[in-house]
């Protein structure tokens, strides 16, 4: 198959991409490959706006969450030191329980119900850019005693469980930079892992956002951690993935362990896997994962059986790595692409108790302020065809049903019931934050940072608003859980709770 794959096409379909990315601008580059080495590369834009270097193959970039599958090849590396059915609590017993009794596996392939830290920050009032050091995230997560879910029950990202594992491995001696490091270079790849933002790092340009007037330089307070820390360039990843593809040496098998399918408690199988996500394109199986920090994004598509493909590096927040893969490797192969669908109807819906909100607009169904685009699945279905996200749902007369993140949902169209007069007063977290809630707003921040944001009722307790913060725009549901406690939601941090002041 691999001789009739059509590389012409493919890079084809990448130019309509990267022609976009002007001299004026912050850019990137993609590289097609296969077993014989790279077939194609293209690139446009700038490295930085203080030098106008064009951006190139050999740029270096933050990876971002491509991190998280060389990661977990460290863990399957080391099974005399961690096991994927240990409990997180055998080697961090600091952590209470439940937190404590998830396992490294759970923790790893995204159905272990750990609330994301970088949300859990947001939620108590933290701006991206705060800085943070990795022992008092640590502790702070060793405080939580609530979880997103039970694990084993749902599929929802976070990356906590990658900070808690690598926590782990170091207490034993073993680093995620001196692993990546030294096997990276025996796959003819130049790869660091640093863990703050400002670490210096050599050839790492800055990455930039739009504010719809500018370029933004981009930056981020957050311990990085080996959920998304690596940096490199685009020729690096794409001879860390023709390595793995090859599987040879250290990486022998690795590819097939990393993307082998996962299974909840109840037998079904999630097509997220350790690090690496399933993709379907016309009926075919394909492996990768997309990376996202402020200001920079990155993705990977690979088919193993041809042994083909892509990279995706850029310093600019907007590119869709995703949707440039997919292309890519429907043209390379001649498959079809999936279809966007409007057959749900457009609104905001709820479920009938709990924060569990979503809303419709076209093709785009937004979970827990996490947006998809939904396409054609068997007529009346639409589906997010994501394993990261995945969503299958249907209209039932006025109501949507189906699945989100694996579990049955029936939303019905959310009922503006109005914002309480006994909502009103000052809410604080045992974290010592704290907002305050005056008529129909929220008032968070103090100084020049105060921020007042409009409250939309959802009915029966539950209210929207909308947090924006640097490149970031949140919207956070506040859920009544009695008459003097909350807590706040957003798709990967459901359990910050905060309680009415007296």
């Known amino acids: 198959m691999q001789d009739t794959a059509d590389w012409n096409a493919a890079a084809a379909a990448v130019r309509t991409f990267t022609s ?8 990137g580059a993609v590289i097609g490959f296969d077993a014989r080495g790279i077939r194609f590369a293209e690139a446009g834009g700038v490295e930085s706006l203080a030098t106008m270097a064009p951006f190139s193959v050999q740029t270096v970039v933050r990876y971002a969450s491509v991190t998280k599958h ?5 863990v399957l590396s080391h099974p005399d030191a961690i096991s994927l059915g240990d409990t997180l609590g055998q080697h961090l017993p600091e952590l209470q329980t439940p937190m404590a009794d998830v396992t490294v596996g759970r923790a790893l392939d995204m159905s272990g119900g750990l609330p994301d830290t970088r949300e ?4 108590l009032g933290l701006s991206v850019y705060t800085e943070t050091k990795s022992g008092p995230l640590f502790d702070f997560l060793a405080r939580q005693t609530r979880l997103n879910y039970e694990p084993g029950t749902e599929v929802s990202y976070s990356n906590t469980g990658y900070r808690l594992v690598e926590e782990a491995l170091q207490r034993k001696g073993l680093f995620f930079r001196d692993f990546i490091r030294n096997t990276g270079a025996g796959a003819d790849a130049a790869f660091d892992a640093p863990d703050m933002w400002n670490d210096a790092v050599a050839g790492l340009v800055p990455g930039y956002w739009h504010d719809g007037e500018k370029w ?11 959920s998304g820390s690596m940096t490199g360039s685009a020729t690096s990843l794409a001879s860390w993935l023709r390595a793995l593809l090859a599987g040879t040496g250290e990486l022998g098998g690795m590819l097939a362990r990393l993307s082998a399918p996962r299974n909840l408690a109840d037998g079904r199988e999630s097509g ?23 200001g920079y994004k990155t993705y990977f598509l690979l088919d193993p059986q041809t042994k083909c493909g892509f990279v995706i590096v850029s310093n600019r927040e907007d590119t869709n790595g995703n949707k440039i893969a997919q292309e890519a490797m429907a043209a390379l192969l001649d498959l079809p692409l999936p279809v966007p669908s409007a057959a749900i109807t457009d609104g905001l819906y709820v479920t009938e108790t709990g924060p569990w909100w979503i809303e419709v607009k076209g093709s785009t169904v937004t979970w827990l302020d996490a947006d998809d685009t939904v396409y054609e699945d068997d007529g009346v279905f639409v589906s997010s065809l994501s394993a990261s996200s995945p969503m299958r749902l249907k209209m039932d007369g006025s109501a949507i049903v189906g699945e989100i993140g694996h579990p049955a949902r029936r939303l019905l169209p959310a009922v503006d019931d109005g914002v309480p007069a006994s ?34 009722a959802l009915g029966a307790g539950r209210f929207l ?3 924006k913060d640097g490149p970031w725009t949140k919207r956070v549901c506040m859920h009544l859980l009695d008459a003097n406690r909350l807590e706040l939601v957003l798709s990967r941090a459901r359990m910050i709770e905060y309680s009415r002041a007296g």
Not at 20 to 27: F, H, L, N, S, Y
Not at 216 to 226: E, K, T, V
Not at 432 to 453: I, K, S, T, Y
């Open 20 to 27: 976009g990315w002007t001299a004026e601008q912050p850019g």
């Open 70 to 74: 060389a990661f977990c090849a460290m």
């Open 120 to 123: 859990c920050l947001s939620l």
């Open 216 to 226: 933004q330089l981009s930056a981020a307070g957050l311990h990085i951690s080996a």
């Open 272 to 294: 997220y896997g350790l690090g690496m996500r399933r993709t379907i394109l016309g009926g075919r199986h394909f492996t990768g994962h997309g990376g996202s920090h402020p």
């Open 423 to 456: 909502l009103s007063g000052r809410w604080f977290s045992d974290e010592g934050a704290f907002f305050e809630v005056d008529g129909d707003v929220v008032v968070m921040g103090v100084g020049p940072v105060r921020h007042r944001m409009p409250l939309r």
């Open 465 to 467: 608003f909308t947090l």
